[in-house]
T-cell receptor
Framework: DAKTTQPPSMDCAEGRAANLPCNHSTISGNEYVYWYRQIHSQGPQYIIHGLKNNETNEMASLIITEDRKSSTLILPHATLRDTAVYYCIASHYGQNFVFGPGTRLSVLP | GAVVSQHPSWVICKSGTSVKIECRSLDFQATTMFWYRQFPKQSLMLMATSNEGSKATYEQGVEKDKFLINHASLTLSTLTVTSAHPEDSSFYIC????????????FGPGTRLTVT
């Protein structure tokens, strides 16, 4: 499965959009991009996933570049409860998840 | 989203004893479940893949005789830490994978194990 790289930390003002980037330059054609977040001492929470097209759900939007080498998770109106570590994972059919260090997002009041 | 539960949420045991952790998918059937371990200030590390009705597949460096995994039904997998030692103290998290669609994993809330 492809390795992903993310910035170690980001800050975002409450009420603003949080844009979290992820590079997955070695992703293969049938690997999905999955996003999860983990709030301290809890299990990761599923956010969204995609293959080629942009996706949106009630939590977030996922923008995948045309060459699929990178993606951006967008939280449209960040709240304090969105403070967490965000993980981007590339995987064939949800197998063999490799969690990197992720991005620690701090939403500031 | 789908719901995965774990029991217990925390456990303290003495060195040399065994501890069993249960993982249940409450609203969908999962032929595949996964077990992860997370040490403080580190990311999750996959320990093993559990397939219903067959033997688990362990990641390199994980002792299969120490971490016994049973996946006897489509909604239940168990992890037994045998002869626990203080270095086994960690946060253990399971996940269940959807069988259809894009196969996302849903994670349990985790079990904090402390071995004294």
């Amino acid at each position: 499965d492809a390795k992903t790289t993310q910035p170690p930390s980001m800050d975002c003002a409450e009420g603003r959009a949080a844009n979290l980037p992820c590079n997955h330059s070695t992703i293969s054609g049938n690997e999905y991009v999955y996003w999860y977040r983990q709030i301290h001492s809890q299990g990761p929470q599923y956010i969204i996933h995609g293959l080629k097209n942009n996706e949106t759900n009630e939590m977030a939007s996922l923008i995948i570049t045309e060459d699929r080498k990178s993606s951006t998770l967008i939280l449209p109106h960040a709240t304090l409860r969105d403070t967490a570590v965000y993980y981007c994972i590339a995987s064939h059919y949800g197998q063999n998840f490799v969690f990197g260090p992720g991005t620690r997002l701090s939403v500031l009041p | 989203g789908a719901v995965v539960s774990q029991h217990p949420s925390w456990v303290i045991c003495k060195s040399g004893t065994s501890v069993k952790i249960e993982c249940r998918s409450l609203d969908f059937q999962a032929t595949t479940m996964f077990w992860y371990r997370q040490f403080p200030k580190q990311s999750l590390m996959l320990m093993a893949t559990s397939n219903e009705g067959s033997k688990a597949t362990y990641e390199q460096g994980v002792e299969k005789d120490k971490f016994l995994i049973n996946h006897a039904s489509l909604t239940l997998s168990t992890l037994t830490v045998t002869s626990a030692h203080p270095e086994d103290s960690s946060f253990y998290i399971c996940s269940a994978r959807r069988q259809r669609g894009s196969y996302e994993q849903y994670f349990g809330p985790g079990t904090r194990l402390t071995v004294t």
